[in-house]
């Protein structure tokens, strides 16, 4: 059984910070490629940031130099540590895992999304 478990998200102040976490059960995250997505309303979800296996990292560029992705091997955990918000970055926030194989589909799965908002 496979489980992605996100926490962390909440009601912040713009030019607040967050630190998201996912942790994963049934799977490693050091062999997966872990990463974020957000989804506002009216809006098509899209991705945040991504860490692979061999641990590069993506941002969108809306992001970049604000939020930081993150492994930690030991606890099984991806987080997402988010600075300087702002209310355009106010989403649900999921944690996706995959894992390519050859000849088929990559294998892939979801959290149920953290709900972030960036409100004065």
């Known amino acids: 059984q496979v489980q992605l478990a996100e926490s962390g998200g909440g009601l912040v102040q713009p030019g607040g910070s967050l630190r998201l976490s996912c942790v994963a059960s049934g799977i490693s995250v050091t062999i997966y490629h872990m990463g974020w997505y957000r989804q506002a309303p009216g809006k098509q979800r899209e991705l945040v940031a991504q860490?692979?296996?061999?641990?590069?990292?993506n941002y969108a560029d809306s992001v970049k130099d604000r939020f930081t992705i993150s492994r930690d091997n030991a606890e099984n955990t991806v987080h997402l540590q988010m600075n300087s918000l702002k209310p355009e970055d106010t989403a649900v926030y999921y944690c996706h895992a995959a894992y390519e194989r050859t000849w088929q589909p990559p294998i892939t799965y979801w959290g149920q999304g953290t709900q972030v908002a960036v409100s004065s």
């Open positions: 860490i692979t296996s061999s641990s590069t990292t």
